[in-house]
């Protein structure tokens, strides 16, 4: 959306704040349909938060969209906050907003990160989940994340280098060690200097363009804080775990969506995954990287909310004919 849009987008009907426990308060908001499918969208990052730029990719006369940030993310409280935040906590943070929301059952989708939560979070609640839409997803393994932080010596291009030089020399062998022991005890100054390198970082890795510098503020810092967190601890999913929760889903119906140009998630990420859900079809949109809001990307998740809409399957939506 543009800045106007931005100022226009809809009004969810429904917002506020569940407590988790533990200090924790997760916001949400409702949009689109109130008697519609009901589709919880998961945010990426990890710590990204929802944004309503995200608005325009659903369908919201058909669907019941439901968005929340997680634990430490966006408008929950507190911001960035490491105690009693993983990714087990996470998933029982989905439940007992449905719960609350007194909603049956729920199609949930997610793109990158919050793509690999909806499926472990429909792993462990199977009968809640009707459906999963998954946008370039990530499996939080090993290979990814070092590629991010710790690319072979013929991939350490400028703009890892760059990166890189956030840290002392000693220290940019283990850069995400580094990264995430500053982030979580490092003043203001050091802090900021930090999330505004990784956020250019990111961007170029997405894009191949160099952005514009952000705006450093508390929640940025937050949102980098978190995100180093669960990198650190590869996302306490363990080995495989995200592809374990896919092949425990059996035929569950699944569209999977994929930029060919994809820098940071892999796009052989989602072959991977339709073998592990055999009931899944896959788009592999041609030209889109990693962020949501190419053209081909955006219509090819439109097109897959048709398709279930009017089918409660996916099939045939792989081939683009919806």
Not at 252 to 275: E, F, K, S, T, Y
Not at 292 to 321: I, K, T, V
Request: aromatic content about 8%; overall charge neutral.
């Amino acid at each position: 959306m543009s800045p106007d849009q931005l100022a226009h987008a809809p009004a969810p009907f429904d917002e506020g704040r569940l407590d988790a426990g533990d200090g924790h308060l997760t916001w949400y908001a409702q949009y689109g349909n109130p008697q519609g499918m009901p589709l919880f969208w998961l945010h990426g990052g990890p710590g990204s938060g929802s944004g309503l730029r995200h608005l325009a990719l659903f369908d919201l006369a058909r669907y019941r969209l439901v968005l929340a940030d997680q634990r430490g993310c966006g408008r929950s409280l507190p911001p960035g906050a490491l105690r009693h935040n993983d990714t087990d906590l996470l998933i029982a943070d989905i439940e007992r907003l449905r719960a609350h929301l007194r909603l049956a059952r729920i199609v949930v989708g997610g793109g990158s990160w919050g793509a690999a939560l909806a499926l472990l979070y429909a792993a462990r609640h199977r009968t809640r989940v009707d459906a999963l839409l998954l946008r370039a997803p990530f499996l939080a393994s090993a290979a990814e994340i070092d590629a991010f932080f710790a690319p072979r010596p013929d991939l350490q291009d400028g703009a890892w280098q760059e990166f890189a030089a956030l840290a002392p020399p000693s220290e940019r062998g283990s850069l995400l060690p580094w990264l995430a022991r500053q982030l979580a005890s490092a003043g203001h100054a050091q802090c900021a200097r930090i999330a505004r390198g990784w956020h250019v970082y990111e961007q170029l890795r997405e894009s191949g363009a160099v952005p514009a510098q952000p705006v450093v503020d508390d929640a940025l810092i937050a949102r980098y804080r978190i995100q180093a967190h669960y990198l650190l601890h590869a996302c306490f999913v363990g080995k495989d775990g995200v592809q374990a929760a896919a092949r425990a889903l059996g035929g569950m119906p699944a569209a999977i969506l994929h930029g060919g140009a994809d820098r940071v998630c892999p796009p052989d990420n989602a072959r991977l995954l339709q073998r592990c859900l055999p009931a899944s079809r896959v788009r592999i949109v041609a030209g889109a990287g990693h962020a949501p809001f190419h053209p081909g990307m955006a219509s090819a998740l439109m097109e897959a909310q048709d398709c279930y809409a009017r089918n409660a399957h996916f099939e045939g939506w792989d081939s683009g004919h919806g």
